[in-house]
Each structure stands twice: as structure tokens, then as C-alpha cells.
T-cell receptor
Framework: SQELEQSPQSLIVQEGKNLTINCTSS?????LYWYKQKYGEGLIFLMM?????EEKSHEKITAKLDEKKQQSSLHITASQPSHAGIYLC???????????FGKGNQVVVIP | NAGVMQNPRHLVRRRGQEARLRCSPM?????VYWYRQLPEEGLKFMVY????????ESGMPKERFSAEFPKEGPSILRIQQVVRGDSAAYFC????????????FGPGTRLTVL
């Protein structure tokens, strides 16, 4: 079974609209990482969250980690075509630097 | 500061051959991780290394796969006698030695076994 569940699996939004994707774990997360991957390319680091209730923002992307440290959401405001790609959440589930990953959220932004 | 470098970017091998994948971590990083991304399966941890030491290889297949990170030079992931099921994207990540936190990923090596 997948240790991290990401939803929705895919999402199509109109340019300029907001979107939210989610990452859920049944275990407490020692660290939660959001990466973006374009097809056929590597992973681009976006943000890392460690503390319950933590929220970070970079440009138009905001990520939150819930108080229980078991769920994270990533919100994009006024989406642009450059936001298209696969968003992967990764988490250190055992405090041992081994990251487990979800299967990703595929985001398509229609101009 | 150059990012994590991996080469080759694409590698084609016939069944039974050996594949060698190289990873040069970011400058100042002494922790290296290898992950494999199989089609439809997502990214899976394989091995965690520090200079001259394997810290955690619990994600490595027991046979044919090995990894090293020598004192000098890049980290190497070696796959002997490749089979079609080894076809995947192999990603290397690195992190700094003092605070082991964010892992920065390379562009990956896409291995195709014919």
C-alpha cells in the first residue's frame, strides 16, 4: 500500500484560477517535502515543512502542514502555464532520511 | 553553485549487460541518495550513502545492484546483468553534511533495457 496518498491524481484548471492539491499519510511525518517534476526531467525542490501547523509561501505557491503532521496541502494562486507539471510530495516517515513519495498530482493549466 | 549532476542522461543496454550510473553531488554535500522511478509506481528509495560508507541500503534489490560513494569522485550505482524490468529513471539526490534535511535531486538517468 502507498504510504503517501496524493489527491486529486490529476487536475485541469483554467489559467488564472486557484488550485489545491493534497498529500496524506497514516503516519506522523518527520519532514514533508514538495517537489515539482516536468515529464522526463528531474525534481525541483519547492518547499519543506517540519512543524505542525507550519505554512510556507514562495511566489504564488503556499504549502501547509496540519497540526497532527499527517497531511499537507499545496495551494497555487492565479495559476499560470508555468505551474503545469507533476507535484510530488515526499516524506521522511522514520526520521532516517529515507524519503517515501506519493504518486504525484498531475496539474494541467489551460491558457 | 552547480546542482546535482548525473550522467549519462540516457542509457541503453541489452539484457545481460552492465549499467553504470554516476552522480556528482552538489558542492559541499557529502550525503547521497539513489531513488528509482518505475512507470506507474512512483519514486522509491534505494540506498543512502556517505563518503566511503553505505548508511542504508534497505531499498536495494538483493542481487545485481550495488552502490558506492568513494572518497574521491562521483557516486556510482551499478546494475549487473540488466533485465527489462530494470528499465526506469534513476535519480540521485544529495544533502549537506551538517543538517541532513532537504534532498536536492539531479536530472536523472533514464535506463532502457532492450
Amino acid at each position: 500500500s502507498q504510504e503517501l496518498e496524493q489527491s486529486p491524481q490529476s487536475l485541469i484548471v483554467q489559467e488564472g484560477k486557484n488550485l489545491t492539491i493534497n498529500c496524506t499519510s497514516s503516519k506522523t511525518l518527520y519532514g514533508l517535502y514538495w517537489y515539482k517534476q516536468k515529464y522526463g526531467e528531474g525534481l525541483i525542490f519547492l518547499m519543506m515543512l517540519q512543524k505542525g501547523g507550519e505554512e510556507k509561501s514562495h511566489e504564488k505557491i503556499t504549502a501547509k502542514l496540519d497540526e497532527k503532521k499527517q497531511q499537507s496541502s499545496l495551494h497555487i494562486t492565479a495559476s499560470q502555464p508555468s505551474h503545469a507539471g507533476i507535484y510530488l510530495c515526499g516524506a521522511d516517515l522514520g526520521g532516517n532520511n529515507r524519503l517515501a513519495f506519493g504518486k504525484g498530482n498531475q496539474v494541467v493549466v489551460i491558457p | 553553485n552547480a546542482g546535482v549532476m548525473q550522467n549519462p542522461r540516457h542509457l541503453v543496454r541489452r539484457r545481460g549487460q552492465e549499467a553504470r550510473l554516476r552522480c556528482s553531488p552538489m558542492k559541499g554535500h557529502s550525503h547521497v541518495y539513489w531513488y528509482r522511478q518505475l512507470p506507474e509506481e512512483g519514486l522509491k528509495f534505494m540506498v543512502y550513502l556517505q563518503k566511503e560508507n553505505i548508511i542504508d541500503e534497505s531499498g536495494m534489490p538483493k542481487e545485481r545492484f550495488s552502490a558506492e560513494f568513494p572518497k574521491e569522485g562521483p557516486s556510482i550505482l551499478r546494475i549487473q546483468q540488466v533485465v527489462r524490468g530494470d528499465s526506469a529513471a534513476y535519480f540521485c539526490a544529495s544533502s549537506p553534511p551538517i543538517r541532513v534535511d532537504t534532498q536536492y535531486f539531479g536530472p536523472g538517468t533514464r535506463l532502457t533495457v532492450l
